[in-house]
């Protein structure tokens, strides 16, 4: 117990004599929370989702805001995780994979408005909770968890350091009933405050189809964001929150650099990236599906603005406009010298 303790360390004294602990649902997988009242706010969420027909893996990457100095993370799953580390490069790597299509355009008019842009693992009887795992990975203190009561749950995270209010214990029962396992991570930053891009974390389950645990974020008080990469057999759809598809594509383990991320790959993988931002948390009611769809390759497309169409020096518009009017000039012009012809015609004869 000791230990436990130890590795999910109570979290500060300033909280213990508060009795509460402020959550910053801020986090789109999963429960974030703090021990302190300053809160922790995710200024940018991206994961990576990876299935292969039985198993998957999510890679989350955070940035956080806070005066904290320390937070756990709560994570359900259908089955027990495993958790390693990331690396952040695997993320600029997808970025630069799945970046807009650049078009350099040239118009014939000016452009007077601007550019355009177009299942679970078994639980412990009796409602007890289970500690399947602990384990230190750099700054975070991992402890995987199962349990057959949501009460009983919250009471063992709540006897840990994880002061939890009665509407995450709530919304914790889904998972509960259908007897899936939590990650609970302590984030504690190795010396000052809780704050900055964090280590990407790894996290492997095995799964009968692909999901997106992120039925929490219900509980958010402020508009969430969506990021997700998921590279699977196939092109997947989502069901719910109205995500925006901005790339599709087949990825080949050639095209990017780092080793870890060709594993994540395998021999290829289809990848569909989706985003939304500003999701209201009332439409957070379920955890985020996919299924299969045609491997119809999709890439945005961004027009660069390359000034007009010119011609000799000038724009070709000119010319265009031009040309009508020399074609009415040379017209006219052609009529007076034949009626002067005629005329010279006319004042030659009576002399003859």
Same mark, same amino acid.
């Given at each position: 117990?000791?230990?436990?303790?130890?590795i999910?360390?109570?979290?500060?004294?300033?909280?213990?004599?508060?009795?509460? #602990?402020?959550?910053?649902?801020?986090?789109?997988?999963?429960?974030?929370?703090? &021990? !302190?009242?300053?809160?922790?706010?995710v200024?940018?969420?991206?994961?990576?989702?990876?299935?292969?027909? $039985? $198993?998957?893996?999510?890679?989350?990457?955070?940035?956080?805001?806070?005066?904290? =100095?320390?937070? &756990?993370?709560?994570?359900? !799953?259908?089955?027990?995780?495993?958790?390693?580390?990331?690396?952040?490069?695997?993320?600029?790597?997808l970025?630069?994979?799945?970046?807009p299509?650049?078009?350099?355009?040239?118009?014939?008019?000016?452009?007077? %408005?601007?550019g355009?842009r177009?299942? %679970?693992?078994?639980?412990?009887?009796?409602g007890?909770?289970?500690?399947?795992?602990?384990q230190? +990975?750099?700054?975070?203190?991992?402890?995987?968890?199962?349990?057959?009561?949501?009460?009983?749950?919250a009471?063992?995270?709540?006897?840990?350091?994880?002061?939890?209010?009665? *509407? +995450? @214990?709530?919304?914790?029962?889904?998972?509960?009933?259908?007897?899936?396992?939590? !990650?609970?991570? =302590?984030?504690?930053?190795?010396?000052?405050?809780?704050? %900055?891009?964090?280590?990407?974390? =790894?996290?492997?389950?095995?799964?009968? &189809?692909?999901?997106?645990?992120?039925?929490? $974020? *219900?509980?958010?008080?402020?508009?969430?964001?969506?990021?997700?990469?998921?590279?699977?057999?196939?092109?997947? !759809?989502?069901?719910?929150?109205?995500?925006f598809?901005?790339?599709?594509?087949? #990825?080949?383990?050639?095209?990017?650099?780092?080793?870890?991320l060709?594993?994540?790959?395998? @021999? @290829?993988?289809?990848?569909?990236?989706?985003?939304?931002?500003?999701?209201?948390?009332?439409?957070?009611?379920?955890? +985020?599906?996919? &299924?299969?769809?045609?491997?119809?390759?999709?890439?945005?497309?961004?027009?660069?603005?390359?000034? +007009?169409?010119?011609?000799?020096?000038?724009?070709?518009?000119?010319?265009?406009?031009?040309?009508?009017?020399a074609?009415? #000039?040379?017209?006219?012009?052609?009529?007076?010298?034949r009626?002067?012809?005629? *005329?010279? =015609?006319?004042a030659?004869?009576?002399?003859?």
């Amino acid at each position: 117990m000791r230990t436990l303790t130890r590795i999910l360390v109570p979290l500060v004294v300033a909280a213990a004599a508060l009795g509460v #602990v402020r959550p910053s649902w801020a986090c789109g997988c999963g429960a974030l929370i703090t &021990a !302190t009242n300053s809160g922790v706010d995710v200024a940018a969420e991206t994961s990576i989702v990876r299935y292969d027909g $039985s $198993s998957e893996e999510i890679v989350m990457r955070l940035s956080v805001r806070s005066s904290a =100095r320390d937070a &756990a993370w709560l994570m359900p !799953t259908p089955s027990r995780a495993t958790v390693t580390l990331g690396e952040r490069g695997w993320f600029d790597q997808l970025d630069r994979l799945t970046a807009p299509k650049v078009v350099r355009r040239r118009h014939w008019l000016p452009d007077l %408005g601007g550019g355009t842009r177009v299942a %679970g693992a078994p639980a412990p009887a009796g409602g007890r909770v289970g500690v399947l795992a602990q384990q230190r +990975l750099g700054p975070f203190e991992v402890t995987t968890l199962s349990a057959a009561d949501p009460r009983a749950l919250a009471a063992w995270l709540t006897s840990h350091g994880y002061h939890l209010k009665g *509407r +995450l @214990g709530q919304a914790l029962a889904p998972y509960v009933a259908r007897r899936w396992t939590y !990650t609970a991570v =302590r984030l504690a930053p190795r010396s000052g405050q809780l704050s %900055g891009e964090l280590d990407p974390l =790894r996290i492997r389950f095995a799964a009968d &189809a692909p999901v997106y645990p992120i039925r929490l $974020s *219900r509980l958010a008080s402020t508009p969430q964001a969506v990021h997700l990469y998921v590279l699977a057999p196939h092109r997947v !759809t989502v069901r719910g929150l109205g995500l925006f598809t901005t790339y599709a594509g087949r #990825v080949r383990p050639a095209q990017v650099a780092s080793p870890g991320l060709r594993s994540l790959l395998g @021999g @290829g993988a289809f990848l569909t990236e989706f985003v939304r931002q500003g999701i209201p948390p009332a439409d957070f009611t379920d955890d +985020l599906g996919f &299924a299969y769809t045609a491997d119809t390759p999709y890439q945005q497309v961004e027009y660069e603005e390359g000034g +007009l169409v010119t011609f000799l020096g000038l724009p070709a518009v000119l010319w265009v406009l031009a040309a009508p009017v020399a074609v009415l #000039v040379a017209l006219v012009a052609f009529l007076l010298t034949r009626r002067r012809r005629r *005329r010279a =015609r006319r004042a030659i004869r009576p002399g003859l």
